[in-house]
């Protein structure tokens, strides 16, 4: 079956650092652009960064540029997202999700069940 | 780009049809607009992109539509499933933007 699982979710002081990570199964993860995409707490959703297909390519959102760092291990068959300097308006479920087909500018196909982050002292 | 969805939310019964809206702050190619449906304890699911099209193994029942920078899902015959918060995406130019949702309740 074809599925994204997330980890590394948890609770982190302000300025501390986090590292998610997204494990694909039943598919060929080196065929697609990843993303991160999150969702605070009754609020909508914030499209975080995205990573083309061989990992040379990256766009980030403003709110995470300089502080966030997308990278994949496509031998391993995974994806992280590095957070670093993190403040307490980080904190939501992270979602990683597969672009629907190599395009970096696609719709999100395949979605995970979300990992919570939570930045609070 | 900003998508604003409208309305805030929206009740309606089983059965009915029902129209959701999404607003560009910009021109966006309707290339590069999806519809997604969050259901509690579920991956989010693509229903529709490019507007029209609609993803794997998603009923004819969810369709698309634009006209100038309003983009609509409508969603007809309603099911209890369907009852979800529904949000639109541009994908068009990095960053890509979500509008706020729309929670579709049962009336």
């Known amino acids: 079956q074809v599925h994204l699982v997330e980890s590394g979710g948890g609770v982190v002081q302000p300025g501390r650092s986090l590292r998610l990570s997204c494990t694909p199964s039943?598919?060929?993860?080196?065929?697609?652009?990843m993303n991160w995409v999150r969702q605070v707490p009754g609020k909508g959703l914030e499209w975080v960064v995205v990573?083309?297909?061989?990992?040379?390519?990256?766009h980030y959102g403003d709110s995470v540029k300089g502080r966030f760092t997308i990278s994949r291990d496509n031998s391993n068959n995974t994806l992280y997202l590095q957070m670093n300097s993190l403040r307490v308006d980080d904190s939501g479920v992270y979602y990683c999700?597969?672009?629907?087909?190599?395009?970096?500018?696609?719709?999100?196909?395949?979605w995970g069940q979300g990992t919570l982050v939570t930045v609070s002292s | 780009i900003v998508l604003t969805q409208s309305p805030g939310t929206l009740s309606v019964s089983p059965g009915e049809s029902a129209t959701l809206s999404c607003r560009a702050s910009q021109r966006v190619g309707s290339a590069y607009i999806a519809w997604y449906q969050f259901r509690p304890g579920q991956a989010p699911r693509l229903l529709l992109d490019g507007t029209f099209r609609r993803a794997a193994g998603i009923p004819d029942k969810f369709s698309g539509g634009v006209s100038g920078s309003e983009f609509t899902l409508t969603i007809s015959r309603l099911e209890p499933e369907d009852f979800a918060v529904y949000y639109c995406h541009q994908y068009g130019t990095p960053p890509y933007t979500f509008g706020q949702g729309t929670p579709l309740e049962i009336k």
């Open positions: 990573i083309s297909f061989d990992g040379t390519n990256q």
């Open positions: 999700a597969r672009a629907l087909e190599m395009a970096i500018n696609d719709a999100f196909d395949l």
């Open positions: 039943g598919f060929i993860f080196s065929n697609y652009a």
